[in-house]
T-cell receptor, first 110, second 111 residues
Framework: NAGVTQTPKFQVLKTGQSMTLQCAQD?????MSWYRQDPGMGLRLIHYSVGAGITDQGEVPNGYNVSRSTTEDFPLRLLSAAPSQTSVYFC?????????FGPGTRLTVL | GQNIDQPTEMTATEGAIVQINCTYQ??????LFWYQQHAGEAPTFLSY????GLEEKGRFSSFLSRSKGYSYLLLKELQMKDSASYLC????????????FGTGTQLKVEL
């Protein structure tokens, strides 16, 4: 099992560009979430999903969209990238109260 | 809301014991979690407490006091590979599976 996978590993964008961060899991977990991690801020929840077709906002949702058409995939879209979105993004699934994190995407917005 | 506090940095010696504290204030409580994160990697689950007391798992133990809003992670027989950031996280009641993380404690293990 691959667990939770994320692509790309690294990305550089210019201000105003859009892109999608991909997240996929093969553990058949219903609950998935996206976090961003910034120095001195800890992990902050962006969006989450309790199952296919259901998504909701976390602590810092502005500037991001998500969708959940299948159990396996939970992409995160940046609509118009801003330098404040420079961060490390982690996708995670939750099963039996335990979080399983993907390897992360390191995003720089210039 | 939730507020979680933990020290920013700690240094300890190989073979020693270190205790990393975490205090929290939440509107409800449904569990406290500890994660380990090595530099450039994803967090990995270490332990979980929902009731008061000590949970032991090999060299790692975690303690919880709900009345004091306090937890600690105890690492015994420290090894160089234990150098990492240790994240305290709380799951509030009514929040489903949502976790609120502290900013992490960077532990450096020296010879």
């Amino acid at each position: 099992n691959a667990g939770v996978t994320q692509t790309p590993k690294f990305q550089v964008l210019k201000t105003g560009q859009s892109m999608t961060l991909q997240c996929a899991q093969d553990m058949n977990h219903e609950y998935m979430s996206w976090y961003r991690q910034d120095p001195g801020m800890g992990l902050r929840l962006i969006h989450y999903s309790v199952g296919a077709g259901i998504t909701d906002q976390g602590e810092v949702p502005n500037g991001y969209n998500v969708s959940r058409s299948t159990t396996e995939d939970f992409p995160l879209r940046l609509l118009s990238a801003a330098p404040s979105q420079t961060s490390v993004y982690f996708c995670a699934t939750t099963e039996r109260l335990q979080e399983f994190f993907g390897p992360g995407t390191r995003l720089t917005v210039l | 809301g939730q507020n979680i506090d933990q020290p920013t940095e700690m240094t300890a010696t190989e073979g020693a014991i270190v205790q990393i504290n975490c205090t929290y204030q939440t509107s409800g409580f449904n569990g406290l979690f500890w994660y380990q994160q090595h530099a450039g990697e994803a967090p990995t689950f270490l332990s979980y407490n929902v009731l008061d007391g000590l949970e032991e798992k090999g060299r790692f133990s975690s303690f919880l006091s709900r009345s004091k809003g306090y937890s600690y992670l105890l690492l015994k027989e420290l090894q160089m590979k234990d150098s990492a950031s240790y994240l305290c996280a709380v799951r509030p009641t009514g929040g489903g599976n949502k976790l609120t993380f502290g900013t992490g404690t960077q532990l450096k293990v020296e010879l």
